[in-house]
């Protein structure tokens, strides 16, 4: 069955129209710039956990409708955020410290990868890799691959929370939502229910069911 084109409710909506109108100022475009093409280089995961992170990242969060050289790189900036060690401010009271959540996290789905199929994650077929996250969401895994790693929280809550966070923090993405970016200077004024300010974009059509992993 031939895979259905991805849809947005603002096709036509561009949010780097706005990199010379007055919803932008230069700290504005220094940020939204750096974002768009100061890609953090791989300093913290190895070869091998930086290239299964890609494949867990293309398995939760596809992008077929952009072509590779437009492709968000999350993988990148959550390696950029942990080579510098920074926090969101949270931390379960039982949790390992984030660096070390992801490097035992990682490697469980490796070896959870490798006890299911003989295979590494990035070379099993689509329908495996989801197989196999849906298993570890619903805590059917080999606790003694996971070394005090609870598996569902490592998927959903550090995992899963860490890549939409990231994704949605890139302007490209900005485009699928119809967010204007930041709003210095001019600021957004309209913030109730239906309410959107002059400059803001309005939808063109129904947004696209978005399917998930229950």
Same mark, same amino acid.
């Given at each position: 069955m031939? @895979? %259905? !084109? =991805?849809?947005?409710? &603002? !096709?036509r909506y561009d949010v780097l129209e706005k990199w010379d109108s007055p919803s932008w100022n230069d700290a504005t475009r220094r940020a939204v710039g750096d974002r768009l093409?100061?890609?953090? !280089?791989r300093r913290f995961f190895s070869e091998? @956990? &930086? *290239? #299964?992170?890609?494949?867990?990242? %293309?398995t939760v969060l596809p992008q077929?409708?952009?072509p590779p050289r437009e492709r968000i790189p999350v993988e990148a900036f959550i390696d950029g955020v942990l080579h @510098? $060690?920074?926090?969101?401010?949270?931390? =379960? *009271? $039982? *949790? #390992?410290p984030q660096r070390e959540a992801w490097r035992h996290g990682l490697a469980a789905i490796a070896a959870e990868a490798d006890r299911r199929h003989g295979r590494a994650f990035p070379d099993l077929p689509g329908p495996q890799r989801t197989a196999l996250l849906?298993?570890?969401? *619903?805590g059917d895994v080999d606790e003694a691959l996971w070394e005090g790693v609870k598996p569902?929280? =490592?998927?959903?809550?550090?995992?899963?929370k860490e890549a939409v966070k990231i994704y949605y923090a890139h302007p490209s993405a900005w485009n699928e939502i119809g967010f204007g970016g930041p709003a210095a200077p001019r600021g957004y004024v309209r913030l109730g229910p239906d309410q959107r300010d002059p400059w803001e974009a309005r939808e063109e059509m129904a947004p696209q069911q978005i399917g998930d992993l229950s």
């Amino acid at each position: 069955m031939a @895979e %259905e !084109p =991805f849809r947005t409710s &603002y !096709p036509r909506y561009d949010v780097l129209e706005k990199w010379d109108s007055p919803s932008w100022n230069d700290a504005t475009r220094r940020a939204v710039g750096d974002r768009l093409h100061n890609v953090p !280089p791989r300093r913290f995961f190895s070869e091998r @956990e &930086y *290239a #299964l992170l890609t494949a867990l990242v %293309e398995t939760v969060l596809p992008q077929p409708e952009r072509p590779p050289r437009e492709r968000i790189p999350v993988e990148a900036f959550i390696d950029g955020v942990l080579h @510098e $060690d920074r926090g969101n401010g949270t931390r =379960f *009271a $039982d *949790a #390992l410290p984030q660096r070390e959540a992801w490097r035992h996290g990682l490697a469980a789905i490796a070896a959870e990868a490798d006890r299911r199929h003989g295979r590494a994650f990035p070379d099993l077929p689509g329908p495996q890799r989801t197989a196999l996250l849906k298993a570890i969401d *619903a805590g059917d895994v080999d606790e003694a691959l996971w070394e005090g790693v609870k598996p569902r929280r =490592f998927f959903r809550d550090v995992l899963l929370k860490e890549a939409v966070k990231i994704y949605y923090a890139h302007p490209s993405a900005w485009n699928e939502i119809g967010f204007g970016g930041p709003a210095a200077p001019r600021g957004y004024v309209r913030l109730g229910p239906d309410q959107r300010d002059p400059w803001e974009a309005r939808e063109e059509m129904a947004p696209q069911q978005i399917g998930d992993l229950s």
